[in-house]
């Protein structure tokens, strides 16, 4: 055996861990394998110069430690050694998979026979050092595995960041994608919605004219109960048809809002009670509210109108019963933060209705917010509860989503705005219509421009008892004004074509600071871009609607 001066050499040299961390990454490692420590010194001074990290092992089992903590360029191995000797080191080596194809360079002094050679490549030797050894012959040698293994690693970087690099593009890619997807939908929903919304609001001026000569047939019949009958028939049909048209509204979100201050505890409650007898005894129903939830600004009919369609969608998925979920809890969206919802920054309040029904397939999923899609058979929806959801949310400055898989139930998430204002006190119901107190002292200008529509509020304003004058338009209505004549209240349609009904509001208090304004409008859209402070009888309405507005903004 090679023989050297004895020193006391350490498993691994001492600058191995200080070398700084980038350098240790770009030097190869080679790994001396030897049990006599002083050829483990010598081998070190003949490879020193080849600049890269030598870590020394004095046995096979010590070997295969090194071997587990990091990658080697090339092993060399002496063959004669106590306990694992070289051969059966190297079998070791070449079973574990991540050192198979490690060089493996044998170091002997005695073993060179031919059987012996042929016995160490066939233990997974790739060359022969015999010993004493050529320093320049063991560097030359070691050199070339080393500079393989460097270029081996740089087409493995260069392989894994050309990798990364198209991960991230299909990354970039996607989420192109999915934006575009999302964008084209908010388009479609926008155009949809705007189309609805003007058709919704035709027709309810149309019912507004029904609507109104039903109620003065039937008063004018009053006597006859069969007439009576048949207009109450035509009267039912007329508020079914209203009904849809709010539905169009809300999914437009053009429909007419009344929000207020609305506490989710005794909301919840209520709607529990209401569902548990509407939606049977094989469905159980759960409410649960987190600690101090805030109210909500927002409109308690449309509110409940919604829980309302999302529990009996929740019936239809569960036909062999299930489990209906109410829950609420305070959420906070913060800037710049990841949120499901699309609503700026703020305080708001989650509502979420979850069942344990059927689910949604992802083409239902996609499509659920859609006008009129519906999965269920013909006669049985019209496509417009969810549709109406989603209008009512971003009408109220909240969003809605749906979270679902076909066969693992549904959970639709409604974000509302919180709000600090008091609870109103309620309103007391509209008393039936009759000539006012004090109403033939009260002057009203009605102003719409649908001459059907004005006319039928006309007639039953003068049948409430006020004196009317009636104007076609903002125009002609400034010139009543202009003239001097005396006007209690201001009796307006919002959206006209020669101007809307808030500019003519205006104008009208700058000329007559006492007077008061009620709106009324098919949709509020005018109205509530204004900021306009003031009451709104939405259309369609009935003669107690009026008659009571009338009645609340006189005192």
Known sequence: MMRAQPAAIPTEPPDAEAAPAAEADRRAGILIVDDDPRNRLALAEILSDLGE????????????RQLLRRDFAVVLLDVNMPVLDGYETAALIRRRQRSRNLPIIFLTAYSKDDAQISRGYLAGAVDYVFKPIDPVILRSKVAVFVELFKKTEEVKRKSEAERQLQLENLRVETERRKIEQQLFQAQKMEAVGQLTGGIAHDFNNMLTVVIGHLNLLKRAVKNDPKLVDRAQ??????????????????????????PKAVELGALLSTMADLLRRTLGESIAIDVKLAPNVARVFVDPAQLESALLNLALNA?????EGGRLRLMAEN???????????????????????????????????????????????????????????????KQSGGDVRIESQAGEGTNVRL?????????????????????????????????????????????T??????????????VSALEILREGRHVDVLFTDVAMPDGSGVDLAREAQRLNPTMRVLYTSGYSTDWQEAGMSGDLLPKPYHDAELADALRRILG
């Open 415 to 459: 974000l509302l705005p919180k709000t600090d204002s008091a609870i109103e006190a309620p309103a007391l119901p509209a008393e039936a219509p009759s000539p006012q107190p004090g109403a033939a002292e009260r002057v009203i200008l009605a102003v719409e421009d649908d001459a059907a529509v004005r006319g039928v509020a006309v007639t």
């Open 315 to 319: 019936r239809d998925a569960m036909p």
């Open 331 to 393: 959420r906070i969206v913060r800037p710049h933060g990841r949120s499901p919802f699309d609503v700026p920054p703020g305080a708001y309040v989650e509502i979420s209705v979850s069942d344990t029904g059927t689910g949604m397939s992802e083409e239902t999923l996609r499509r659920a917010f859609e006008p009129f899609y519906t999965t269920k058979p013909v006669g049985q929806g019209t496509g417009l509860g969810l549709s109406m959801i989603y209008g009512f949310a």
């Open 233 to 258: 028939a035509a009267l039912q049909g007329a508020m079914s048809c209203a009904e849809l048209t709010r539905r169009l509204l809300a999914f437009s979100r053009q429909q007419p809002l009344q």
């Open 461 to 474: 304003l003068r049948e409430l008892g006020y004196n009317v004058i009636e104007a076609p338009d903002a």
């Open 53 to 64: 990290e030598l870590v020394q092992a004095g046995s096979g089992e010590d070997a295969l």
